[in-house]
């Protein structure tokens, strides 16, 4: 059982999402950061869907009602466990009556805290995502508040021995974390001003001369106006050569959308399912993450990037978790 004593700014249950309801209009929602959600989940033995919680700039301050394995992975929010600073992307074992606390953030704004054996709430068509708008699924269906109890899913048999293993690691102390962790190339490069990946959009060549090399010559800042369904960047306005209207299509996580006012908005994992608004760019998946941890103020630039070299880079990153999950594996036994 996890007690929050304090909620934080907004802390959710995520997973990988609620696909295949799109087309009764239901959005897919789930982690904004997918990438560390699912290293944090291998770190402590789950599935690479288990839910997860998802904080926010602010994170929460957690009692952990009985031994656990956890992790910590995204953006760096100062976790520390009973005032002891803890690191990120790597397996640590927590002591019961321990609380885990957050900082300041130095990088990034949300991170990822698996447990081993996941969440234990209900799945809500297919999914344990919390669609905050809806009110659906998650933990009754909203963030989570001071003195909610958020109970755990039983540990496999190989957690609960790695468990063991690492309480006798501890020498006293009230948590214990391994030494290793996931190699530096495997750690996204958070930044505050990020070149990100981008493909031109199903509607670019809509656009003027002018909007089309602002787009990759010119700065965006992240809009205080931004949340989990869209990112709304300031910068230099893009325009259509002549207006035009255009009929509603389905829109992905990262399709750059610009309305009338010329500023572009990025969606993001809360995004409606269908868009009418041109679509300038696309943002390549392996980028997602480097976006998902934009604050409001900071900025980033685009590069172009085609479709065979965005292929290739997924290709390349589902590789290296491949190899990492294999890797844990044999880390684990080790510590056995």
Not at 74 to 92: E, F, M, Y
Request: net charge negative; charged share 25%.
């Amino acid at each position: 059982m996890l007690k929050i004593i304090k909620e934080g700014m907004l802390t959710s249950v995520q997973d990988l999402g609620r696909t295949s309801y799109q087309k009764y209009g239901v959005i897919v929602s789930g982690s904004m950061d997918s990438y560390a959600h699912r290293i944090a989940n291998l770190l402590v033995g789950n599935e690479e869907n288990a839910a997860t919680l998802e904080a926010t700039l602010l994170g929460p301050e957690i009692e952990f009602k009985q031994d656990s394995m956890i992790a910590i992975c995204g953006g760096d929010l100062s976790p520390a466990i009973n005032g002891q600073k803890v690191n990120t992307w790597r397996s640590i074992f927590v002591k019961e009556g321990s609380v885990l606390k957050f900082g300041k953030s130095r990088t990034g704004c949300r991170a990822y805290i698996a447990v081993a054996g996941g969440l234990d709430v209900p799945e809500v068509m297919d999914s344990q995502s919390t669609y905050l708008r809806a009110e659906l699924g998650g933990y009754q269906g909203r963030a989570l508040k001071s003195g909610d109890q958020l109970p755990m899913c039983e540990p496999n048999d190989n957690q609960k021995k790695i468990m063991e293993a690492m309480r006798q690691q501890m020498d006293g102390d009230h948590f214990y974390e391994t030494d290793w962790m996931p190699a530096a190339d495997m750690t996204p490069p958070y930044s505050s001003q990020p070149v990100i990946q981008m493909l031109k959009g199903p509607q670019y060549a809509l656009f003027n001369e002018q909007s089309q090399r602002n787009i990759f010559e010119e700065s965006y800042s992240v809009s205080s106006q931004s949340d989990r369904m869209g990112y709304r960047l300031e910068g230099s306005p893009l325009s259509l050569t002549e207006p035009k209207e255009l009929i509603s299509e389905a829109v992905a996580f990262g399709s750059i959308q610009v309305p009338s006012d010329g500023n572009p908005i990025i969606l993001m994992a809360d995004r409606q399912t269908t868009g009418g608004y041109p679509k300038i760019g696309q943002i390549a998946s392996v980028d997602l993450s480097l976006v998902s941890q934009l604050k409001p103020g900071d900025k980033m630039s685009f590069k172009e990037i085609t479709l065979e070299e965005a292929q290739k880079a997924l290709i390349k990153q589902e590789q290296s978790i491949q190899i990492l999950k294999r890797s844990i594996i044999l880390k684990s036994k080790e510590e056995l």
